[in-house]
């Protein structure tokens, strides 16, 4: 059985817009726990910069709508200076490891035909928990895996991870709408008609347990959303 018939039908249970639904009234609860961040907040997005609490990523990784051998757990995330910071748990191929890992989104694309993100993962670590002898395991300790090179490592898997449209060296860039249970979902699809004008990250920080997004537009995003607003009007 291949890892992608494993990790389809979890998959497929995957409702994203209660899920988000669920997480935004997460982070709003958070935001009203934590009152003294708003006045930030409010000037951060009149800059276009858009803050997202922590906590949202949290009640995500808490709230995994699926369990299995390959679903995470123990999920921690931090800021890091312009990353994020994950440890978690999982079991793969008959053994357990505790990971940890830093991810940096450096570019964020979305349009009406793709959603691609663009990752640098750093500081990848696997460590076997409990029974040792697991063919994947005996791998690790050989030194044979490169972790320090994570993309490198997915173009060597036998088959194709659903989403990810490259990865080399420590760059791997996904697209949501590569990903099936995305893709034909009509509720994500009317969400991100409404991004249709070309949004870039230029920076990305953590501030005050926030993740702030940096955004600038293109002049044809721009074009677009005075367009649509005529048209509404």
């Not at 505790?98 to 750093?122: F, S």
């Not at 791997?172 to 949004?199: E, G, H, Y």
């Amino acid at each position: 059985m291949s890892l992608f018939s494993k990790i389809e039908p979890l998959l497929s249970t995957f409702s994203p817009e209660s899920s988000v639904r669920a997480a935004v009234e997460s982070a709003g609860r958070y935001t009203l726990d934590n009152l003294n961040l708003i006045p930030s907040m409010s000037k951060q997005v009149s800059k276009l910069q858009i803050p997202i609490p922590l906590d949202m990523f949290r009640w995500f990784a808490t709230n995994i709508p699926f369990k299995g051998p390959l679903v995470p757990s123990d999920i921690t995330i931090e800021g890091d200076d312009q990353a994020v910071r994950i440890t978690s748990t999982l079991t793969f191929m008959g053994a357990i490891f505790h990971t940890k890992l830093r991810i940096k989104v450096t570019d964020l694309i979305i349009d009406n035909d793709q959603c691609r993100i663009a990752l640098y993962i750093d500081e990848v670590d696997l460590n076997v928990q409990g029974d040792a002898n697991a063919p994947i395991a005996m791998l690790l300790k050989s030194g044979s895996l490169d972790l320090s090179k994570p993309g490198n490592i997915l173009n060597f898997l036998p088959i194709k991870i659903p989403g990810v449209v490259s990865a080399k060296n420590n760059d791997i860039t996904v697209d949501l709408f590569k990903i099936p249970v995305i893709a034909t979902n009509d509720v994500v699809r009317k969400i991100m008609s409404l991004l249709t004008p070309v949004i870039n990250i230029s920076a990305i920080y953590v501030e005050e347990d926030m993740l702030v997004f940096s955004l600038r537009t293109t002049p044809l995003g721009v074009t677009r959303i005075f367009s649509s607003l005529r048209m509404t009007s």
